[in-house]
């Protein structure tokens, strides 16, 4: 099935920007905490879904990349299927692997998706009714610690007796972390991260890189505080080892980490900030790291292209550039796409090199994506062309094929006397 094909296409070019995209960023988060901060290192995971949607943009079409009189165009080739192999395929159709992978996708995307549900309304459940007060924020009895809960509409909840476990000072402090985050939305942030982990359920980096980014953001915030008040850093790292620690899972929120990355806040306090010089410059390459790597995560996809023009309705006819010699090999009409009746249309671009080989075969689009695309391409760097011919000398240059595929077709009509060669037939 066409759709079946193209998710999963989809879904193999977004894991490979995002497995990418997350192995640059856990490289580098470390040496860009120590060149420019936490704060810009905790910037560069916003790497991971720009490539994901890098990847998901269609590239131009591959024809415009040169001017346009170095392409010529085709008139095109027919490819009729045998009817004694769309019978002999009829008697067994097969598994629609595709399908099958694009169901289990869905299937493993659901799961996921219930699991993070569960454990976000087993925390909303452990914490019991909650009361405004007369700050905004939102106090319950059965609250652990601080905490910034939701993605749409967060709020900052606190234990009943939060004064009466904090002095004044580290009251003030702790509410300036959570305030951070609810600032920078990091919360929205962290709603981003579950829904890339349902996405790519299958994607063990995804899930190894999870405690790395919530330690970092928890960095991030921290260094805010400490640089709006430079002289608590002792305070605020006896705030962290006042707070309760033991807290439940929150996909959706922020809460105060386990004792695991505490030793590692605790240092951080201990380093000095960098300045604002370095902050900007890191501020500066961030921006061109993310720029550069979501250009390579999109050209890196195979290119796209508007529907092309009709082909003629003979299957060869005379037209500028190249044209075909007698060797055409033709593409074997798929046994599956035969039983099952699929016509289709795969539009080339061919570089034909002075010696009429073909140098190199670029597939601009496909309707319907993964059926015809190999079996055209294997075929096509069989044949043999007569080149482009200017000034009386052969050169190199490119041509657009587009390739019918009919199941049901009658006969092409024969060429006529002029013609350079027969239609290729299967």
Not at 34 to 43: D, K, L
């Amino acid at each position: 099935m066409a759709v079946a094909e193209s998710l999963l296409r989809w879904l193999v070019d977004g894991s490979l920007a995002v497995s990418g995209a997350l192995l640059l960023v856990l490289v580098l988060r470390r040496p860009l905490r120590r060149a420019f901060g936490v704060r810009v290192a905790y910037g560069a995971w916003a790497l991971v879904p720009l490539a994901l949607v890098a990847a998901a943009l269609p590239r131009p079409q591959a024809g415009q990349v040169l001017a346009p009189e170095l392409v010529a165009l085709h008139p095109g080739v027919l490819v009729v299927a045998a009817v004694e192999a769309a019978s002999a395929s009829a008697a067994g159709p097969g598994i629609d692997w595709a399908l099958v992978l694009a169901g289990m996708w869905l299937i493993g995307m659901a799961l996921a998706a219930l699991r993070f549900i569960r454990q976000q309304r087993h925390f909303l459940a452990r914490i019991g009714r909650l009361e405004r007060d007369a700050e905004g924020h939102w106090r319950g009895a059965r609250v652990e610690g601080p905490a910034v809960v939701g993605a749409l509409r967060p709020r900052i909840i606190l234990p009943v007796d939060f004064e009466s476990r904090h002095g004044p000072d580290e009251a003030i402090l702790v509410l300036a972390h959570e305030r951070a985050h609810l600032a920078r939305g990091d919360t929205r942030a962290n709603l981003v991260a579950v829904a890339l982990r349902c996405l790519q359920w299958f994607n063990p980096l995804l899930h190894f890189a999870g405690r790395s980014f919530r330690l970092d953001q928890e960095l991030a915030c921290d260094a805010t505080v400490v640089a709006s008040h430079p002289q608590a850093r002792r305070r605020y790292a006896d705030a962290m080892l006042n707070v309760q620690l033991a807290v439940p899972g929150l996909p959706v929120g922020c809460h105060w980490q386990s004792s695991q990355s505490l030793k590692e806040r605790i240092l951080m306090l201990k380093q000095p900030q960098p300045g604002i010089g370095r902050r900007r410059s890191g501020i500066l390459a961030l921006g061109i790291m993310l720029s550069a790597c979501s250009y390579a995560a999109w050209s890196a996809r195979p290119a796209g292209a508007p529907e092309p023009p009709p082909a003629p309705e003979s299957p060869i006819r005379a037209a500028e550039g190249p044209m075909p010699a007698n060797r055409l090999p033709p593409p074997e009409y798929p046994p599956d796409a035969a039983a099952k009746g699929l016509d289709g249309r795969v539009m080339l671009r061919v570089l034909v090199g002075a010696d009429g080989s073909v140098k190199d075969v670029v597939v601009e689009h496909a309707r319907p994506e993964g059926v015809f695309d190999a079996v055209t391409v294997a075929a096509v760097r069989q044949w043999q062309f007569a080149p482009r011919v200017e000034n009386g000398k052969a050169i190199e240059g490119w041509v657009r094929v587009p390739v019918d595929f009919r199941a049901s077709d009658p006969a092409p009509a024969a060429n006529d006397g002029d013609a350079p060669g027969p239609a290729p037939g299967a």
